[in-house]
């Protein structure tokens, strides 16, 4: 098992920046990569970005490309997702996500490859 919990939302007027977090714990050896997504009322749960936790590539949405970073922390077993430039439509629930394939060796953007997810966070950006 993994347990997921993210923390930095927040309220912030367009152009700001917010800086959000993801602490794993638990099997953490285990995991391949690790996924942020985001899910705006009446809108599916959309892929923002990813990271192999192991080689710390990553990889992005077009939508967030240049304005979005993840990255991790493997000591600390946290993966970051640094906000700049930010839209009213970056409006959304951030939930980062574990997976866990072993198998896996390319990063993936479907929320169907990701086993655990966090509770969200509240990212809010006013214009």
């Known amino acids: 098992q993994v347990q997921l919990v993210e923390s930095g939302g927040g309220l912030v007027q367009a152009g700001g920046s917010l800086r959000l977090s993801c602490a794993a714990s638990g099997r953490t050896f285990s995991i391949y990569a690790m996924g942020w997504f985001r899910q705006a009322p009446g809108k599916e749960r959309e892929f923002v970005a990813a990271i192999s936790w192991s080689s710390g590539s990553p990889y992005y949405a077009d939508s967030v490309k240049g304005r979005f970073t993840i990255s991790r922390d493997n000591a600390k077993n946290t993966v970051y997702l640094q906000m700049n430039s930010l839209k009213p439509e970056d409006t959304a629930v951030y939930y980062c996500?574990?997976?866990?394939?072993?198998?896996?060796?390319?990063?993936?953007?479907?929320?169907?490859?990701?086993?655990?997810w966090g509770q969200g966070t509240q990212v809010t950006v006013s214009s």
């Open positions: 996500a574990a997976d866990r394939n072993p198998l896996r060796v390319v990063l993936v953007t479907t929320r169907e490859a990701y086993d655990y």
